[in-house]
């Protein structure tokens, strides 16, 4: 059980698993979903093998509360949808079958193998090292070998409550050491997604990354490209929407990983605004988390406006200087923003649209005479705009006296909010009236056009 630290080219053996029989180890079935016990207990009375595996298992040796309880059996999916009528299978690429107990999942996934033997052909699929279909079924000790990480490859088995670790995945859980079983680069070629699972659980656990682990990730980033746009926002979802998302991002740029994701925010990011480094990114991240710590919902069309703010904002500035009209501008570079990075993480439209109106929404926030400010208070995105323009002004970007303006007005009552834009209303009544002797179209200037702005975006 002890390890050296240069012992990083250990080969897991599928032969000899270390076996920890229920007295020694600290798994209890008082802490495992109910419903996760009902799939175990009925895969066994059904002759079928039945273990609970993966993060569910690490989390209860780490004294966590588990997310999820995941299954492994050496039933394949068509027989678990026979032991279960509340069961769907689900993926083409990896068959699995999900037990539905109203809102709870239990995925039961089938012992996955090495594709030899008597695997029929089509099974497993590898395309230029990357794995794109692997539904050739094994045993488990093919299976334990066959997972990312060696504290993601531990069994408990429900037939005498022992836990079986054929990847020394025990030993680096008490290390705290972040390790992939078998060879680093191709584990990765396999699936480059484990690059980001390789930061995600060095973040959420608190663990460090083993050498050769490590190593490969500043030199193959490259390969996400190959990853689909639909699972990578998937992903990054659960990147920075657990409660660690800032260490995420430092991880993330400190291996060149962030900058192949969002290359216009790292473009941004490597500039200095007026010689202050930009904190935009980091604030609001810092924020999303503690609201998801304190158990506060978030939502991920906040999320990407905070990680792509950046390179809008950057672009609206130069157009205005170019003399572009700023609502005008703000439609059209956030457009150009969206599009460009639609092909690297595709942000669904029920999340991408909401995020251009929190942006379109910031200019008004400027407009604080007659009734424009009582029609933004209305808007139904104002809320969330209102909370990315506090975080605007907490990174020195606005105005805090703006910001202050309008937390108070949201709060008066609705004399206090009429002298609050009385004096403004009145002197800019005298220059709308001159305009429009003059025929000019556009009396109402800004604000008119951000409402349409922000319509466009809805």
């Known amino acids: 059980m002890q390890e050296s630290d240069n012992d990083i080219t250990r080969t897991p053996s599928a032969t000899t698993p270390l076996i920890v029989p229920r007295p020694e180890h600290g798994i209890s079935r008082a802490n495992i979903s109910a419903n996760a016990l009902k ?6 009375q059904e002759n079928y093998q039945a273990h609970l595996v993966g993060g569910g298992v690490r989390d209860l040796l780490l004294g966590h509360e588990p997310k999820d309880f995941d299954v492994a059996t050496d039933a394949t999916p068509e027989q678990v949808r026979q032991v279960f009528r509340n ?5 083409r690429r990896f068959r699995l079958a999900h037990v539905h107990f109203g809102r709870e999942i239990i995925e039961v996934a089938t012992f996955r193998g090495n594709g030899e033997g008597e695997a029929e052909e089509g099974e497993r699929c590898v395309e230029n090292g990357m794995i794109v279909r692997d539904n050739a079924y094994g ?12 504290i993601n490859a531990l069994y408990y088995n429900i037939q005498d409550f022992s836990l079986i670790d054929y990847a020394d995945g ?7 050491k972040l390790r992939l079983i078998g060879d680093p680069e191709q584990r990765y070629r396999e699936d480059p997604v484990r690059m980001l699972r390789a930061v995600r659980f060095a973040c959420k656990l608190g663990f460090s990354i083993e050498e050769a682990t490590e190593r490969p990730l500043f030199e193959l980033g490259h390969l996400l490209d190959g990853v689909p ?7 990054l979802i659960k990147l920075f929407h657990a409660g660690y998302g800032l260490d995420v991002f430092e991880k993330l740029r400190h291996y060149g990983l962030f900058a192949l994701l969002f290359p216009d925010t790292e473009a941004a990011l490597a500039c200095e605004d007026h010689d202050f480094p930009i904190t935009l990114v980091s604030r609001g991240l810092a924020n999303t988390d503690a609201r998801i710590q304190a158990g506060k919902p978030v939502t991920p069309a906040f999320l990407f406006a905070v990680l792509l703010w950046e390179p809008v904002r950057a672009g609206v500035e130069r157009m205005v200087a170019e003399g572009m009209q700023i609502n005008e501008a703000m439609v059209q570079v956030s457009a150009e923003v969206c599009v460009r990075q639609q092909s690297r993480v595709a942000v669904p439209k029920r999340f991408s649209l909401p995020m251009r109106e929190i942006w379109a929404l910031q200019p008004r926030f400027e407009q604080r005479e007659g009734k424009r400010p009582f029609r933004l208070l209305t808007h139904p995105r104002f809320r969330a705009a209102y909370d990315f323009l506090l975080l605007r002004a907490e990174a ?11 937390t108070r007005f949201q709060d008066a009552s609705g004399q206090e909010r009429a002298s609050m834009v009385e004096g403004g209303a009145r002197r800019r009544r005298p220059r709308r009236r001159r305009r429009r002797k003059s025929g000019g179209a556009s009396s109402n200037g800004g604000g008119e056009s951000s ?6 975006a809805q």
């Open 451 to 456: 409402a349409g702005a922000a319509k466009g």
């Open 39 to 44: 799939v175990l207990y009925r895969l066994k």
């Open 87 to 91: 069961c769907r299978l689900i993926g």
């Open 229 to 235: 746009a639909a699972r990578l926002f998937d992903e």
């Open 170 to 176: 025990l030993a680096d859980l008490r290390a705290g």
């Open 396 to 406: 020195g970007e606005v105005d805090r006296e703006l910001a202050e303006w309008w």
């Open 139 to 150: 045993t488990i000790a093919e299976d334990a070998l066959r997972r990312d990480f060696t």
